[in-house]
């Protein structure tokens, strides 16, 4: 007698593999249940293999393949009763798993396909290192090293920073008590609309009352703060972070555009081949007697930021343009060397008694 196994459809197929790949993202057994997912999370994080309809159907599709896998004893609600519930694997079977490897190298070669091109190094590193679905690195294999000093950051309050974080995340207003520069303390009520880690100081980016100027506001600023569910956040007129930050607004500058032309020698000549200033930067070598390598061309905003890494470099550098530029460069030099040349004179004079 031949034995007929019949052949399995495209649809269970599909189920399987995106049981398996929904078994994959969840985290490892012993997971603590604030690093486990939700079903929020996971839907994020699936994308479209839930299909495209209404967040409902996506939801209810879900649910039923998480069902499934907790009774098959393959995963486990960590808090069982609560909301959102959150899972985590059972077993750590899958981590040798030959099909669930190849759905990482996918994974992984999606990614590098992403952030290469647009030289987004920082958030290829970032999802390396935390995406919680699926880390590909330890923080023992890859660590992001700062090429500048690094201030100690902030102290903020606990309750502020978690109001913040919990009135972004319901889209509701900020009840806070402010202190100024000078000690002065005033109660807007907040409307937030982004967050934003600038070296060792988050800042707010809000609406404040029933004004339409967005202000920044340095979170170790505010003495109280409390979210406002009842209250909906205000949405400011066309906000978008990642047009903020390259318009050099998060710098406090107001990020005109200019033409920057320098010249540079030293370490910065290899630095800025490799590690351009902008995406249109263009270079020339300098003539057989300039005492620097290249001379570089790049179109980007003017900010605080550009100002320190110029002063920064010291004699390696010099701005030819813009014009006005070239005279603060100047300026901030001169009153740098104030400081020292006493100092400077009173070592080379010999007579001096000090």
Same mark, same amino acid.
């Given at each position: 007698m031949i034995a007929y196994t019949r052949p399995m459809s495209a649809a269970n197929y599909d189920r399987i593999q995106r049981l398996r790949r929904l078994e994959a993202l969840l985290p490892k057994p012993r997971t603590k249940a604030t *690093?486990?997912?939700?079903?929020?999370?996971?839907?994020?994080?699936? @994308?479209?293999?839930?299909?495209?309809?209404? !967040?409902?159907?996506?939801?209810?599709?879900?649910?039923? *393949?998480?069902?499934?896998?907790?009774?098959?004893?393959?995963?486990?609600?960590?808090? !069982?009763?609560?909301?959102?519930?959150?899972?985590?694997?059972?077993?750590? &079977?899958?981590?040798? *798993?030959?099909?669930?490897?190849?759905?990482?190298? #996918?994974?992984?070669?999606?990614?590098?396909?992403?952030?290469?091109?647009?030289? /987004?190094? *920082? #958030?290829?590193?970032?999802? $390396?290192?935390?995406?919680?679905?699926?880390?590909?690195?330890?923080?023992? /294999?890859?660590?992001?090293? !700062?090429?500048?000093?690094?201030? #100690?950051?902030?102290?903020?309050? !606990?309750?502020? $920073?978690?109001?913040?974080?919990?009135?972004?995340? /319901?889209?509701? &207003?900020?009840?806070?008590?402010?202190? @100024?520069?000078?000690?002065?303390?005033?109660t807007p009520l907040l409307h937030p609309q982004a967050l934003v880690q600038r070296g060792p100081i988050p800042y707010l980016f809000a609406l404040k009352n029933d004004e339409d100027q967005l202000r920044f506001y340095a979170l170790h600023r505010l003495i109280r703060a409390k979210a406002e569910p009842q209250r909906p956040v205000r949405a400011a007129p066309n906000f978008d972070l990642d047009q903020a930050i390259a318009e050099g607004k998060v710098d406090f500058g107001q990020g005109e555009q200019i033409r920057l032309v320098i010249r540079v020698r030293g370490y910065l000549t290899q630095l800025l081949l490799a590690c351009p200033l902008s995406d249109e930067q263009v270079w020339e070598d300098e003539p057989d007697d300039s005492a620097f390598d290249l001379r570089i061309e790049a179109e980007l905003p003017q900010t605080g930021q550009l100002l320190r890494w110029l002063l920064g470099a010291g004699d390696k550098l010099e701005v030819l343009a813009p014009t006005e530029l070239r005279h603060v460069l100047a300026e901030q030099t001169r009153k740098m060397a104030d400081v020292y040349v006493q100092e400077t004179t009173a070592l080379s004079d010999p007579s001096d008694p000090a």
């Open positions: *690093d486990c997912l939700d079903g929020a999370r996971l839907l994020e994080i699936l @994308n479209t293999t839930y299909g495209t309809g209404s !967040p409902a159907s996506r939801r209810r599709a879900l649910q039923r *393949d998480l069902e499934t896998l907790v009774k098959d004893g393959r995963i486990e609600a960590v808090n !069982p009763g609560g909301k959102p519930l959150r899972y985590r694997r059972t077993t750590h &079977a899958l981590d040798d *798993d030959a099909l669930i490897w190849d759905y990482t190298l #996918r994974q992984l070669q999606d990614l590098v396909a992403e952030a290469v091109p647009k030289r /987004q190094l *920082d #958030r290829l590193w970032e999802r $390396l290192l935390y995406e919680r679905d699926q880390p590909l690195l330890s923080d023992q /294999q890859l660590r992001v090293v !700062p090429d500048s000093l690094r201030l #100690r950051p902030v102290e903020l309050y !606990p309750h502020v $920073l978690q109001a913040v974080i919990s009135a972004l995340a /319901q889209h509701c &207003a900020l009840q806070v008590t402010y202190r @100024n520069a000078a000690g002065e303390r005033s």
